[in-house]
């Protein structure tokens, strides 16, 4: 029987979850690696986080989105996992907008931190 939980997101774009990822000082590696669990368990994930006791977190794609799979007995990050997953997806959601409408033409104008933690951009596009 697997300890491994199955968390979903909406994560759907590779690229934005490493960018993310990194923003937020993660050390993590790309697969496919082998994300280790309960005596000696794995899975396979696109992405994996390392932690200090052995048991790592995962990013594998389920055929729909990157959902993050992990022994959650053995967590071991600062933030709960809803914690971990809102700060991911905050910065998930900023790079796949920035790289998006990059794609379109537009820049980042203005960028702002809220108190609340949100973030405002301004973008604009030129047209010649």
């Not at 934005?16 to 280790?36: I, Q």
């Not at 006791?53 to 993050?68: K, P, S, T």
């Not at 997953?85 to 998930?92: C, N, S």
């Amino acid at each position: 029987m697997s300890h491994f939980s199955q968390i979903k997101t909406q994560i759907r774009n590779l690229e934005s979850l490493k960018s993310a990822l990194t923003d937020l000082g993660m050390d993590w590696k790309e697969g496919p690696r082998e994300v280790r669990g309960y005596q000696g368990q794995t899975c396979s994930a696109a992405i994996a986080i390392e932690q200090d006791n052995q048991y790592d977190i995962g990013f594998r794609w389920n055929g729909n989105e990157y959902e993050l799979v992990a022994d959650l007995q053995y967590w071991q990050q600062p933030l709960s996992v809803e914690g971990f997953l809102g700060k991911i997806t905050q910065r998930y959601a900023y790079h796949t907008v920035v790289s998006t409408t990059a794609d379109q033409g537009f820049q980042v104008a203005e960028q702002q931190r809220n108190a609340d933690g949100s973030i405002r951009l301004v973008l604009q596009r030129w047209n010649g």
